[in-house]
């Protein structure tokens, strides 16, 4: 099957971008700047990659107004080249939906529902009472427990777990080995053993989220753990017990997340940080990459904490002394006071 | 299928506890304080929601003697209104235990054996010579390889692989996504690639032990990597070849642990902690959120390591002069001197 | 089935070993020289455990020139004692590869391609165009998407996701849970939402790598996402899309990776390691456990962040003056120049 073609002019009128060159350049498929070939539509978004801009082979390239200038091929002109590439692109992305329907290996509980216009793969397991409504996919693999909702066009893409009462909306994109609706982590001490706290609540998660791979969220205690609209999670992610995710708030790998904590809108929370339980980090927070969020933020800004990687040998020096830090700034103070 | 409902006096007299107020009220769910209606029982145990008491609208509210005063409502008594709450808590639990039996669809070696009393889910792969005893529930699609046992009234949630060599106490719960027994992470160059150190160990996991989401435990290379009774792992947590924690300890999510390190009893390591490989911590340990852990505890207490979080800017600043940490210490010494 | 048994001669030859003592002692297992009984071999490479050597009773063992004298027992001798008996425990791994065949209840799309000495496992759904090389094994439960490869003789162990377009070299083993070839992380924000990058390229894992439990190693955006061969990823790892990991590069659990950066060849990096995207790491590096690398690394060598563990009080006296550290260095300066 040949890919799609598309010329210059055509996807300028579809995504409103300016043109410079001949418009009836034809382009079938995307690639980067160095890696792109006669047929093909570069970017430059990040300035960084500007110096690839003169030797690339791309067939045209999708920048800003003011690097055209420099571009040795028709060009599509654009306010954010990386918007604009990101909609053209998925014209070319080969991924096709599956058909509706119910795969025969599939285990259906009698009272689940499924919408006829729904895809159910192969080795599919769903419980009493579930949900699936109409466009939506359940890849191959994935297992859905009792009182689970999985809302119109979302999909689980392929070994995903919904344990028990997770509500998904619409939209939903959830990647393999993503774990939602586990237990809470609750235990008490009963003399010298734990019990566990049984965890009544479920999970939900607002239309067009993204859920990466190997990722958990644990339903809530008493009430729901709450993941607003568009909250974009990356891969290998924990989020405890009865968080709240505010709408827009994205976050990268290996970020964790204790139980009961409430995260504002529109936050940023880079790869491998750490939060704490029982806090609240307002709208529009930044926390950098392993920062360690221990107590609530309630002021919008960039956060981090941590320190700079050295060779290993001064690394020890320093390390040694910052056990003596308190010490340090107690002997200035005095010295300074001499 | 209406909830249970309970009385006080029925409540009290099952658990032990004081009743103040009407004890025919009866209560038909558990909530929060703040979340509670008519007929539901609340709780106050972590003071930071005494606020809330006064409001409630909860039917009835377990609680600390202390409190009663200000309750609006019949109380139960309780020493540890949180430890109260959960054992009332598990009343209300919908969730129900499958029937004994196995699934049409499940694929099993002809040497295991599955205890009639046992259930097998859909999906399900048991490998030679494994056991399942009594209760047991291994859910939708586990895999369980050769050489393996689950205890009697275990429950593998779903999608759980014990690789090879796993044997599960009584009682163990493992939640989906959780993989026991994989290869020890053992490799040894032989000029200039790497070979295997096979992986010839099991993993021990004794009762009662609680094993979260995506949670990763290896076997052990020679001897085995072992849970004593009642270790609780939250999720995404990472356990070593030939590592051994103690009965009673509890691991919050993200903390990994290197190979053939011991971990005493009654120990709890916060969310995201890093333990390194070879060493020993006593006993009575708490290491505080995201502690990096690289030589052995002897004294029980509490751990932490690490920075504060702060403002990107400012912060910057003083990761900077961390690397000068050991010169300033010098200049210091100098000058206190003088 | 009796364990095999072998001679100290003939392990000898095989592998190229010094023999002390008799060569007829006979061995039939392997183990640690604490734990072996009379017809097993030990070993003693790490010097921390040559006193358990003379209490040994282990029916003879593996060491160095320098060690033979104090062994109780006759000896091989080996330059590399780790890497010698790594080859002898390898004779005695009881595990046995599954003959070839298609399991009944596999669901393979009729344009796949399965060698006849493959092995495919229980469960096991194979998309479109995917095609599975001679001596491959696809354990239970996994999935594999459209245009993927699992070269000759690799082994998916169980519950493997191939998402698309991800290629395994040959000899190459994936643990239980991982995810291969998701979509990266990548967005871009439109108006208040954010909408999808889409992630158009693939995965491409050369021969002999290993990919430990629960990892996830996501597909390129244009480009691949590239492990060269020989690389070793332990478990709970995150690789994000356009990552390259040099030739022989090995990385401990918990590990991080950010997109697009290089990491180069024979590199170690330690557990709970974070990786910032868009840098290069050069090779032989090593970077120690929990440390973050926000720059490029140019130089061999060892690296290192963070502060070291202490008791909680202590440590929140110090972590509270790191937040003064600036300051602190300008008062020493000031002060010195009086």
New interface residues.
Partial sequence: MAPPAHTLTQLAERFGLGLRGDGNTAVCG???LA?AGHGELGFLANP?YRSELAATRAGAVVLREADAESAPCPCLIAK?P??A???I??L????QSPAPGI?A?A?IDPTAHIDPKAHI???V?IGARSRIEAGAIV???C?I??DCVVGASSEL???V?L??RVRLGQRV?V???A?LG??G??????G???????Q?GGVVVGD?C?I?????I?RGA??DTVLEE?V?L?????I?HNVRIGA?T?M???V?V?GSTKIGRNCLIA??V?I?G?IEICDDV??????????S?TQP??????????????????????????E??R??HT??KD
Avoid at 185 to 190: E, I, K, S, T
Avoid at 234 to 238: F, G, R
Wanted: glycine share 12%; hydrophobic share 40%.
């Fill in positions: 995307v690639a980067t890696g960084r954010d990386y918007l590439f990101a909609k692109a998925a070319f992305d080969p991924r795969h290996s285990a793969g192969a080795f397991s890849g191959p693999g297992v427990g009792a893409v392929a070994r777990t344990v028990t994109l990647h393999p080995g774990v586990a237990d982590f609750g235990l008490v001490r009963n010298d053993h734990w019990i566990k706290v049984p009544l067009d993204e990466g791979a190997n990722t958990s644990d008493l009430d568009d974009r990356d891969n290998q992610i924990q405890a827009h994205a990268a790998g290996c964790g204790a790869g491998a750490g704490n029982h930044v926390v950098h990459a392993a920062g360690v969020v221990l107590q933020i800004g960039e956060y981090a904490s941590g320190t700079l990687l050295q060779d290993h040998r001064g690394w020890r020096r320093n390390a040694a002394r910052f056990k003596q830090l308190d340090m700034a002997k200035l010295l300074a």
